[in-house]
């Protein structure tokens, strides 16, 4: 029976009624049958050039890529037909033929979608000979290597970088069998507008792109009995290091992130949290200025680096809309070589800052040449969620298994307003908890500002603070930011205060997260991430004592001159 | 219970005296890595990769080595991690690089290894050995290239099983696991159980495969393919598809199947009914007859084997009866054909196996009753789940669907045929019935059941008290059997099952297969016993309906020429 | 209108021109300058005349007189004695050229009774005239449609002429006018990125009749309601995108392109695209995706175009020769055009000859013609004492039928039930000198070249195709290297994303089905029996 | 340049392909300079401008010889000859197909079929066609080309 919305077909014989506008792959899904896929991917629009998804339409020729052919009233598929899993296993092996067999010493090994697809298709031959091609590998920038010879053209960063991010630093080349997926004339990353937020890894199915890996200079460092190691650990690590160690989505593990940090070595294990408590104080001061001062509005956040690379590049006429605050990590480290060092009476250039990050960018954003102001580099190593979870597993830590520990003092002390900075609309959350006493001198009672968060794209709400009106707009992902900005350039944007982050979902779903991730995935790590702020005792920035500590014995006062000098920074335009 | 101290990566940790260091550094939440350790079986510090610092000159291998009172232990120092990655990185660089076709792809220890270990570059590029396989029997093929000389086979097939044909060959880099001679192991008194296969941690030992020949069956359209499940499949194949030990799907795997295509979906638990009809009443013929006895079970072709190789001398003590897979071939081709109006020469039976030497079984020239080979092919749980994922039946979703009729009726006591001591157990609960004329006091007759390696039990059946031992592995066997040959002990009738745990322990079932997933797997089955609404094989409508349209009676003429069969002798070392 | 009392056509096709033929012409004009006959005698440039084979060629009517070969040195001679003194030079009318000219151009009466359809013009009237093709009727097949038709009565014309789309799909062109979808804004497309090798009727349609095609992109503008229409020109033919710029403003300025055309209220207008050497974009959503500024990469469909085409926007694409075609039918009705051709494959078709035939050049005649007599008849057969061994019908695309299958008829489904295609209408006819299995390379390796890349089995497919070609050509292929192909051939056909991956593989099915002998002489001789493979030659003399 | 390039183009929608043409003229191949500005002239992403310029056989992204020979490879060609044409300029050039001669002249490649089929086996220089070659024409061609 057909109505509107629903589409009736059958799928192996077995009938099944779906949306209409359902593609036959989401269809047999619901009927309890797997299609393999390898270029599609859930969050992009993709356009089924692997043909490892054909399937039989009507009996017919040729076959149809189930993950784009609609499904039609009446229709009947075969997914399972002799003739469809030859072709199938054939258009398998033809990617194979061309792929290194390296799986051992391969970065995705056992998160490789191809070597699953190997596996469920029980590959035991491959009838053409392995013969792939020579290209040399692209490690010239700090944060992503780019390793051709492992592509296998789905495509799928190439629609990551358009569709959510707005870049296209990647695109397809040449033709035939000569296309390649590259950069501007094949170039280095370093060379082409690339923002390094690594969603193109989180949408490669295989080894083809993955994060710079660190980890050497971590084990070094950790050995060297002079090196004073301190880590500091971001916001959405608690709710990505679990799931990198094979616990649910979404699972929440401070207490054992800590724990495992200590096991590994380090000397003191603190919270980039601590920090963020920090940037909204100064943020949020900044944020007064503007509005009372008249300074340029609307002003922007720069706690994401991708972010702020993104902004060279594309509104180089619009940084002063830039906060000039430093992001979090590179507060800590600052504060790490000159606060904690004085406090703690350690040479400064014998202290080692390691950050663990969900975010590729950021190994990045500690190389700048502005990111030195302790008169060293303050961050010297920066290790996504997935390199820490690499070193666990070297080292056997159980960690589903660990105790719970806390973290050190005094940069370890937080409050809920620092951990939602890891969600899409954290930032914004956060600082208006406290610029609302800033601005009123009195506490906000609702303090779960639900329209700060969610997965939309744009998010825009007017809060009242005092007798102003705030407007306020929240972008993630940099095609949605890409939306803002246009609208900032033609003057269209009346905001107050906007925030944005590199990475669809915020920090939760950055490039140095665990593979994969997802909108699903991302979804449950946000909710973690609220998880953490209720759970948390103090959750307003501004009532932190290890903050109000800082500002007493070291910094003075927020904007001041201190902090100026090692919590501020400043933009560069960069070319397209 | 005596206790060590120690510290392990600064912990103070407490474990009982005796405990190896790996094992007290798993308490604390420290996994160190391992490869040629198997828990139970193989301890012998040959791989190197579980190195740790104890303090002394040389790193220790934290799996030979017993924690000691005030033992400093380092799991994690530059040191010991460079080491074990050498090592790593060494036993790769002999192994091919080929996990894109490995059979063992996404499960194999190596492989999760190197992942672990974050191996990105191999630093030892040389010589890789170079074999042939081993594909000359019908079940297991065995593929030096791969193995990298862990010995867990060897410890297997030595000390659990006893047949000693896995031994290291030649020496330094020339060492190779091999039957003595480098023999193929068809020319060999290997019984094709398939444990090794089990414990490898890489692709070097694998089952035959059918997968191919089972697909051209199905998309023949002058077949008729018809299949049949061991019991012990329907509590496995869950977790081959990705689910815990111990589910169990049985309603899941019949839709499975007619989703593959099969025209009928019956069940070997029909035939292990049957076997009880036959075989009990084979062992009451005995008592009654003056013997042969003590009666030994015959379902297990790896025992049958190992049988005609070293006890020719027990020979007649084997019941007369097929396995269950064997009879159910032969009925699917004679009274199936009859009822079906279908050409026997059309119809393809499929069998699904927990089982290696069922492969072996099917391909005995003794088993063309039929007057065709009465199973075709044989597929194990493995190979089934293969198929299904190459499908993309998403398993966990599948609605439950029923046997078809009649050969896919059963009862419980059909279903424990899976577990070690369930035909025991079965054959009890339809002979006291046979004999007495009363139901078995309590059917569960807990005296056969679990891991413990013989099982006895004395019966009260009337007047006779009857003596039983269930023995399951075949070093088990063996000491079961010395004892009985030495008349030590003296049985009426004996269950023996090749591999540990009896079938839902066999060497065609999901990887790993441990003694904790066997005892899963072990209360699924009882579980699924006592489900049933039939738990008795006499009970069984099927069963007394192809006695009463076809076979008339238990050990009848027709029971002889399809049911039973006859034992040849073999050499110690053929 | 002046009067001329002989108007000499000078055939400008690409073949002529690079003969001499603009040479001729212009000591032809110098001489009748020099005898004063400017004012009589008039020189027309044509598209092509068809016997390239022979080219320079010139035709004097009305006396309808044949000039082939024609060198500079000769222009003299023919002015003096023929026009001067009204005697042919009949050094210079080869008689095979007057047998050719008949053959090609005018449809065998034995055959069909029917006069020519798309190359009505063609060598006739000069292209780059207006006037000259209004001179024999044209634009009033639109001029009928625009005022007498409403759109719906145009299509189900079309659709009951039965006429499929002649690029090589062969979809029913007004069934596909049916479906498009209704919208504020559609486009029309002409396919004119002619690309199949050996294929080149529309080059010489466009170049020899512009206006038939401007008309019939107009009509078929009207039905489907599009008022944009799009030539997409291939960027190799230089001539063809001058010619139809020049067709396109004349049109202009006489008002038959342009706002309220004939007053009817129906606006249309043409632009020229110009593509950039990529035989993919052949394929209509490459074609779109190309004009779109993209890689010209076929999109998935459905959506198909008539839904989803050109800028997001519903679009019909048709042939050049299949939109030629729409003005007669408009003109003449469905019934006179069904009564031409087969009943599944009305109308005629254009072929073009190519390879080891003596007439070499382009043909129309009607559907269901058979392959013995288009070469034995209207192509005069195999030059040079040599015997037929292979004709490949519908393009490198194509099927390669056997000297057996001479007598199927050429139409779309009797093709296709041997495996071969009509495709666009090329013919190549291959002698028995040639080895297929050295042929069956130069096949893959144009689609190797030519694979966009996008989908897998396409350009992964091809290479591996061309390896294993390679392998036999070696002598170093097993037998089971054959099967090997066929399965990878057929999982091509299959599974591969648009019409270029589903079709390439069609000369390697066919050859392995009708020259299975000839690949085993390969691999297990190690022989090539027609002496071409050199690897394979050296070991045969040992 | 690019500029007045891409304003002659104006009116034309997504005029990508025609503004690489008309560039490529200039200097015989897109450079990276010229590729750049285009993409940012048309608010394109230099991937993507990249992309296209290497699609289609017409463009090149390398520098070329002044002299673009192209020899059609395609069947009706290819039973006419072509192989002995290839190796004639082949001998003649000393180059492979894919390269260009030392003195910057000629650049030898292969192209699909042009469509002049009737006059096999046939060579495109630059944006002339020639057909019906053989040694004789083919050297006459060359040496015209080289200005002797």
């Not at chain 2, 097929?322 to 393809?348: H, N, R, W």
């Amino acid at each position: 029976m057909e109505n509107n919305n629903k589409v009736t077909l059958k799928i192996n014989g077995i009938q099944v009624t779906v949306p209409a506008g359902s593609t036959i792959l989401e269809a047999a899904k619901i009927a309890g049958i797997n299609i393999p896929t390898l270029c599609h991917h859930p969050d992009l629009e993709t356009s089924g050039v692997c043909r490892v998804c054909v399937v039989e339409v009507n009996k017919g020729r040729p076959l149809q890529a189930a993950c784009v052919y609609k499904v039609a009233e009446d229709m009947e598929v075969e997914t399972a037909t002799p003739v469809v899993r030859e072709a199938r296993r054939l258009n398998l092996e033809l990617i194979l033929s061309r792929h290194p067999q390296d799986c051992l010493s391969c970065v995705r090994n056992q998160k490789c979608e191809l070597q699953d697809l190997a596996e469920s298709f029980h590959i035991e031959e491959i009838s053409f000979p392995i013969k792939g091609k020579a290209y040399e590998k692209d490690d010239s920038n700090p944060s992503v290597v780019r390793d051709q010879e492992k592509c296998i053209l789905c495509r799928r960063c190439i629609e990551a970088c358009i569709q959510l991010q707005g870049v296209e630093a990647l695109g397809v080349a040449n033709r035939g069998a000569d296309s390649t997926v590259g950069p501007f004339f094949n170039k280095p990353l370093q060379d082409v507008v690339c923002t390094f937020c690594g969603q193109c890894i989180h949408a490669c199915p295989v080894g083809a792109i993955y994060e710079k890996d660190d980890t050497a200079r971590f084990w070094e460092a950790v050995a060297a009995p002079n090196k004073h190691v301190v880590v500091q650990t971001a916001p959405a690590i608690r709710v990505g290091l679990a799931e990198e160690m094979g616990m649910g989505v979404g699972s929440l593990a401070t207490g054992k992130m800590v724990t495992a940090l200590r096991r590994l070595g380090v000397d003191r294990v603190f919270d980039t949290d601590f920090t963020a408590d920090l940037t909204i104080i100064e943020e949020g001061s900044e944020l007064v200025e503007r509005v009372t001062g008249g300074g340029t509005l609307p002003m922007i956040t720069s706690c994401s680096p991708g972010w702020i690379k993104f902004c060279e590049h594309y509104y180089p006429d619009l940084l002063d809309h830039l906060s000039t605050c430093k992001s979090p990590q590179q507060m800590f480290g600052a504060l790490a070589k000159t606060y904690y060092a004085e406090k703690s009476g350690i040479n400064p250039k014998d202290i080692f800052v390691v950050s663990i990050m969900p975010c590729t960018a950021k190994k990045f954003e500690a190389t700048r040449p502005e990111m030195h102001d302790s008169g060293h580099q303050d961050v010297d190593v920066v290790l996504t969620t997935r390199e820490l979870g690499r070193m666990l597993r070297e080292v056997g830590v159980q960690f589903a298994e660990l105790p719970e520990e806390e973290f050190d003092k005094p940069l370890g002390i937080s409050t809920g307003a620092g951990a939602i900075f890891g969600a899409t609309g954290g930032v914004m959350e956060a600082a208006l908890r406290t610029a609302y006493v800033l601005v009123t001198g009195q506490e906000l009672e609702e303090i779960n500002l639900y329209d700060c968060r969610g997965l939309t794209g744009v998010k825009e709400a007017v809060v009242p603070v005092g007798d102003l009106e705030v407007k306020i707009a929240i972008a993630h992902g940099l095609a949605n930011a890409r939306k803002l900005m246009d609208m900032v350039r033609k003057g269209e944007a009346d905001y107050h205060f906007i925030e944005i982050m590199a990475c669809p979902g915020g920090c939760i779903g950055g490039g140095g997260q665990p593979v994969p991730t997802t909108m699903a995935s991302r979804d449950k790590r946000i909710a973690a991430i609220y998880r953490e702020d209720e759970r948390m005792v103090l959750r307003k920035s501004h009532e932190n004592e290890a903050v109000k500590a800082l500002y007493d014995e070291f910094l003075g006062k927020p904007l001041g001159e201190k902090s100026h000098h090692l919590l501020h920074t400043k933009y560069i335009p960069r070319e397209l | 219970m005596e206790l060590v101290e120690l510290t392990i990566d600064g912990q103070e940790v407490r474990v009982e005296k005796g405990t190896t260091v790996l094992d007290a550094a798993r308490s604390i939440g420290i996994s160190i890595p391992t490869l040629c350790h198997y828990h139970g079986i193989d301890a012998i510090g040959a791989c190197r990769l579980c190195l740790v610092d104890t303090g002394g000159r040389n790193l220790a291998a934290s799996c030979v080595t017993v924690a000691e009172d005030g033992m400093e232990v380092k799991t994690n120092t530059p040191k010991v991690r460079e080491a074990r990655r050498t090592v790593l990185e060494l036993i790769l660089s002999a192994h091919p690089d080929d996990c894109l076709k490995c059979v063992r792809n996404r499960n194999c220890e190596l492989q999760t290894l190197a992942e672990n270990m974050g191996i990105r570059e191999f630093t030892y590029e040389g010589e890789k050995p170079q074999f042939k396989q081993d594909d000359d029997n019908p079940a297991v093929i065995r593929d030096s290239e791969k193995c990298i000389l862990c010995r867990r086979c060897v410890a297997v097939c030595q000390d659990v099983q006893t047949t000693r044909i896995l031994f290291p060959q030649n020496r330094g880099f020339d060492t190779v696991v091999a039957p003595d001679r480098l023999a193929p192991l068809g020319e060999t008194a290997c019984i094709f159980c398939g444990q090794c296969i089990n414990v490898c941690p890489v692709g070097a030992i694998v089952e035959k495969s059918y997968i191919a020949d089972v697909w051209a069956a199905l998309s023949d359209p002058e077949k008729h393919v018809v299949v049949q499940t061991a019991p012990a499949t329907r509590i496995s194949l869950g977790e081959e598809m990705g689910m815990i030990p111990g589910s169990i799907v049985t309603g899941q795997m019949v839709t499975a199947l007619r989703r593959l295509g099969f025209d009928r979906i019956f069940d070997t638990n029909f035939a292990a009914d049957l076997t009880i009809m036959e075989e009990g009443s084979e062992l009451i013929h005995r008592i009654n007859n003056d013997g042969p006895l003590p009666l030994i079970t015959s379902c297990s072709p790896g025992w049958i084997k190992f049988c005609e190789h070293h006890y020719h001398d027990l020979l007649k003590n084997l019941s007369t009866c097929k396995s269950p897979q064997q009879m159910f071939g032969a009925l699917a081709k004679t009274y199936y054909a009859e009822k079906m109006g279908i050409d026997p020469a059309d119809i393809v039976v499929v069998s699904v196996m927990p089982c290696t030497a069922k492969k072996f079984e099917m391909m005995r020239p003794e088993m063309d009753d039929s007057d065709f080979q009465d199973v075709d092919y044989v597929l194990t749980t493995r190979e089934l789940g293969r198929m299904l994922r190459e499908a993309g039946i998403d398993f966990s979703a599948l609605p439950v669907e029923d046997y078809d009729e009649p050969l896919g009726i059963s009862t419980g006591a059909g279903e424990i045929f899976g577990a070690t001591g369930g035909v025991m157990e079965a054959a009890l609960r339809t002979a006291y019935e046979l004999l007495t004329g009363e139901e078995l006091p309590g059917l569960d007759f807990q005296a056969v059941r679990g891991l413990e390696g013989i099982k006895e039990a004395e019966v009260k059946v009337g007047d006779l008290t009857l003596r039983v031992a269930v023995a399951h592995s075949l070093g088990k066997s063996r000491q079961l059997l010395e004892k009985v040959r030495s008349g030590e002990k003296e049985y009426h009738f004996i269950e023996i099952m090749t591999c540990p745990g009896g079938c839902i322990g066999g060497g065609g079932q999901p990887i790993p297969t441990t003694d904790e997933i066997r005892k899963k797997r072990l209360a699924a089955v009882y579980t699924e016993d006592k489900n049933m609404p039939l738990r008795k094989s006499h009970d069984n409508p099927g069963v007394q309906k192809l006695y009463e349209e076809f076979l008339k009676k238990p050990l009848s003429d027709r029971s002889h020429r399809l049911l039973h069969t006859s034992y040849r002798e073999r050499g110690k070392f053929e | 209108m002046e009067f001329y009392r002989n108007h000499i056509l000078v055939c400008t096709g690409e073949p002529c021109v690079l003969k001499g033929a603009l040479e001729v012409e212009s000591i032809l004009l110098t001489e009748l300058q020099k005898q004063g006959l400017e004012n009589e005698i008039r020189v027309i440039r044509t598209g092509c005349l068809g016997p390239c084979n022979v080219a320079p060629v010139l035709v004097v009517y009305p006396e309808g007189i044949y000039y082939s070969g024609v060198k500079p040195g000769d222009v003299q001679e023919i002015v003096a004695e023929h026009l001067v003194k009204g005697r042919p030079v009949t050094r210079l009318v080869g008689t095979d050229v007057e047998k050719r000219v008949d053959v090609v151009y005018q449809v065998p009466q034995i055959l069909t009774g029917q006069e020519r359809v798309v190359l009505r013009n063609c060598g006739i009237i000069n292209p780059d005239e207006i006037v000259e093709y209004i001179g024999r009727g044209g634009y009033e097949a639109l001029g009928k449609a625009l005022i007498h038709l409403k759109p719906e009565e145009v299509i189900e014309e079309v659709k009951s002429s039965g006429l499929r789309g002649r690029g090589g799909a062969a979809f029913p062109t007004g069934l596909k006018w049916s479906f498009t979808a209704s919208g504020e804004e559609k486009y029309l497309i002409c396919n004119a990125d002619e690309g199949e090798p050996g294929t080149f009727k529309d080059r010489l349609i466009l170049e020899g009749d512009p206006h038939a095609v401007l008309e019939g992109m107009a009509i078929a503008g009207y039905a489907v309601g599009a008022e944009h229409g799009f030539i997409y020109i291939r960027g190799e033919y230089t001539l063809s995108i001058e010619r139809v710029q020049r067709a396109i403003d004349q049109a202009r300025k006489l008002g038959l392109l342009g706002k309220n055309i004939f007053d009817s209220g129906f606006s249309f207008d043409v632009e020229i695209r110009v593509g950039a050497g990529a035989y993919i974009c052949g394929e209509e959503l490459a074609l779109i995706e190309s004009i779109e500024g993209k890689r010209g990469e076929p999109r998935y469909k459905p959506p198909y175009p008539g839904q989803t085409g050109l800028w997001g926007k519903p679009t019909v694409v048709n042939n050049v020769e299949t939109l030629a075609n729409v003005p007669h039918i408009i003109e003449q009705g469905a019934e006179w055009y069904k009564s031409i051709g087969t009943p599944g494959s009305p109308g005629t078709k254009v072929f073009t000859l190519t390879g080891n035939i003596k007439n070499e050049g382009l043909i129309e005649v009607p559907m269901g013609i058979t392959l013995r007599e288009i070469i034995y008849q209207l192509g005069g057969g195999i030059p040079d004492g040599h015997s037929f061994k292979m004709a490949q019908t519908g393009g490198t695309a194509g099927g390669c039928l056997p000297p057996e299958m001479l007598d199927v008829p050429m139409d779309y489904d009797e093709l296709a039930k041997v495996g071969s295609a009509l495709g666009s209408g090329a013919l190549l006819i291959m002698d028995d000198r040639h080895c297929i299995v050295d042929l069956l390379k130069c096949f893959m390796r144009f689609f190797n070249h030519e694979s966009c890349g996008k989908c897998t089995p396409c350009r992964e497919g091809t290479p591996r195709l061309l390896e294993l070609i390679e392998k036999i050509m070696d002598g170093t292929a097993v037998k089971a290297d054959l099967d090997l192909m066929a399965k990878l051939a057929e999982n091509m056909e299959i599974s591969s994303l648009c019409g270029l991956g589903q079709s390439s593989p069609k000369p390697v099915l066919t050859l392995l089905e009708y020259y299975q002998h000839e690949f085993l002489a390969h691999i297990e001789d190690k022989k090539c029996p027609a002496g071409v493979c050199k690897k394979l030659q050296v070991k045969g003399v040992v | 340049m690019v500029t007045k390039v891409v304003e002659k183009f104006r009116t034309m929608k997504t005029p990508l392909l025609s503004i690489l043409k008309e560039l490529q003229k200039d200097q015989g191949y897109l450079t990276e300079e010229v590729l750049k500005e285009v993409a940012k002239e048309l608010g394109l992403s230099p991937a993507r401008v990249y992309g296209v310029a290497t699609f289609y056989s017409l463009f090149s992204v390398t520098p070329k010889g002044k002299y673009i020979i192209r020899v059609c490879e395609s069947a009706p060609c290819y039973i006419n000859g072509t192989m002995n044409i290839l190796e004639m300029l082949q001998d003649e050039l000393k180059v492979d197909v894919g390269e260009t001669t030392l003195d910057g002249l000629f650049t030898l490649e292969l192209t699909s079929c042009l469509g002049v089929c009737g006059v096999a086996p046939a060579i495109m220089v630059n944006e002339e066609v020639y057909g019906n070659l053989d040694r004789e024409k083919l050297s006459h061609l060359l040496s015209r080309c080289r200005g002797m």
